[in-house]
């Protein structure tokens, strides 16, 4: 089944979205993200994946690949790889992790995956696709979270709107 690509634009608020270019404006953020996507953030972050959980693929787990990759299509990123990884966790909890190349990295607890419905499931799926669609992951929100005041009090505010 091939999906069509959504328009996810008018999804945005548009607070949201400047928000976002204000937060990106900022020549530290700018500069940091940059350093971030050379260094290869992804991979180490992918590398913690593999050791703290399980990568899925689609023999594992067909109905979550399958789906994975149908959100993907349908918020424009279906021509990425991704990879799905699961983590033995009390804890309902997902993410996703992008750094505008490689594949993008789906993240579930094992808890998640029990507890929800196939629509629930694809409802977070969606949810944290959404993350990668609005290029959340270009904020490095480790780094913002740490600077104790060092940043414009309007930056919290963004980074509290974009949910991070």
Do not use: K, N, S
């Given at each position: 089944m091939t999906t069509a690509a959504l328009s996810l634009d008018p999804l945005r608020l548009a607070s949201e979205r400047r928000m976002q270019a204000e937060l990106m404006a900022e020549a530290?953020?700018?500069?940091l993200s940059g350093e971030l996507a050379k260094q290869g953030g992804l991979d180490a972050g992918r590398r913690r994946f593999l050791a703290e959980g399980l990568?899925?693929?689609?023999?594992m787990i067909p109905e979550l690949v399958a789906t994975a990759?149908?959100?993907l299509a349908a918020t424009g990123l279906g021509d990425r790889p991704c990879e799905i990884f699961v983590r033995d966790e009390?804890?309902?909890n997902?993410?996703?992790v992008d750094y505008g190349s490689g594949p993008v990295i789906l993240l579930f607890t094992s808890a998640i995956l029990e507890r929800l419905t196939p629509g629930e499931l694809r409802f977070v799926i969606g949810?944290?696709?959404a993350h990668a669609a609005f290029k959340h992951s270009a904020l490095p929100a480790g780094w913002l979270l740490r600077q104790e005041g060092r940043?414009?009090?309007q930056a919290g505010?963004?980074?509290?709107?974009?949910g991070v």
């Open positions: 530290t953020l700018t500069t990568r899925v693929t689609e023999r990759r149908e959100v009390p804890v309902a997902a993410a996703c949810h944290e696709a940043l414009a009090p505010d963004g980074l509290r709107a974009l």
